[in-house]
């Protein structure tokens, strides 16, 4: 069975950071591209970033280039958003989600976790 669990999403003020995790079963993590989508109210969900399963290669949004980095632990079957300098605009739930190769449309994800909200406000 996959799974991909997220965490570490809430409250931050405008300009801080923010550390997401997606821990997935090792099947997956080992043979499928990484990826996180955001959603907000009323919006299509969106590509954030994607991380390669081999090659180590990462894409990002141009929207979050420079800000938002993201990584993965082999060892730990976890990949992670790290988010910076955020903005107001970046308020969305945030999913990872796992693809056999590395891909900006959400229709090439078949495994998705649950989501974490992210809410960026003062």
């Known amino acids: 069975q996959v799974q991909l669990v997220e965490s570490g999403g809430g409250l931050v003020q405008p300009g801080g950071p923010l550390r997401l995790s997606c821990a997935a079963s090792?099947?997956?993590?080992?043979?499928?591209?990484m990826g996180w989508f955001r959603q907000a109210p009323e919006k299509e969900r969106e590509f954030v970033a994607v991380?390669?399963?081999?090659?180590?290669?990462?894409y990002y949004a141009d929207s979050v280039k420079g800000r938002f980095t993201i990584s993965r632990d082999n060892a730990k079957n976890t990949v992670y958003l790290q988010m910076n300098s955020l903005k107001p605009e970046d308020t969305a739930v945030y999913y990872c989600?796992?693809?056999?190769?590395?891909?900006?449309?959400?229709?090439?994800?078949?495994?998705w976790g649950q989501g974490t909200q992210v809410t960026v406000s003062s």
């Open positions: 989600a796992a693809s056999p190769s590395a891909n900006y449309s959400p229709r090439a994800y078949h495994y």
């Open positions: 090792r099947r997956t993590f080992s043979t499928h591209a």
């Open positions: 991380h390669t399963w081999s090659g180590g290669n990462t």
